[in-house]
Nanobody, 127 residues
Framework: QVQLVESGGGSVQAGGSLRLSCAAP????????MAWFRQAPGKEREVIVV??????SYADSVKGRFTASRDNVERTLYLQMNALKPEDTARYYC??????????????????????WGQGTQVTVSS
């Protein structure tokens, strides 16, 4: 049973920052395509960043504010979120898959491109 475990969510005021973490198996962090998705109530789950080890692709809605990174030693995928807005309120999910294309292709395929998922962590941004 593969486990991706997200943490770091919480409540923050607009303009604030949070850092999400996704603990993953070592092989995932080193070799797999990984991504962060989010899902707001009543909306589809959307991809916000795809990390293919060699490249990253960000959704326009978070570009310049969010940064994904990997730490092989900690076996963790991070998402640094700055300048948060109320519209960033959602449940955030970590995802991974061994079958990787370029980050743009993975982004276009969305949920279908990833077989492994965490349970998510809630982020709430108040105005």
């Amino acid at each position: 049973q593969v486990q991706l475990v997200e943490s770091g969510g919480g409540s923050v005021q607009a303009g604030g920052s949070l850092r999400l973490s996704c603990a993953a198996p070592e092989s995932f962090i080193k070799y797999y395509c990984m991504a962060w998705f989010r899902q707001a109530p009543g909306k589809e789950r959307e991809v916000i960043v795809v990390d293919t080890v060699g490249s990253r692709s960000y959704a326009d809605s978070v570009k310049g504010r969010f940064t994904a990174s990997r730490d092989n030693v900690e076996r963790t995928l991070y998402l640094q979120m700055n300048a948060l807005k109320p519209e960033d309120t959602a449940r955030y999910y970590c995802a991974a898959d061994s079958l990787c294309y370029d980050s743009a292709t993975m982004s276009r395929r969305g949920r279908a491109a990833f077989r492994y998922w965490g349970q998510g962590t809630q982020v709430t941004v108040s105005s």
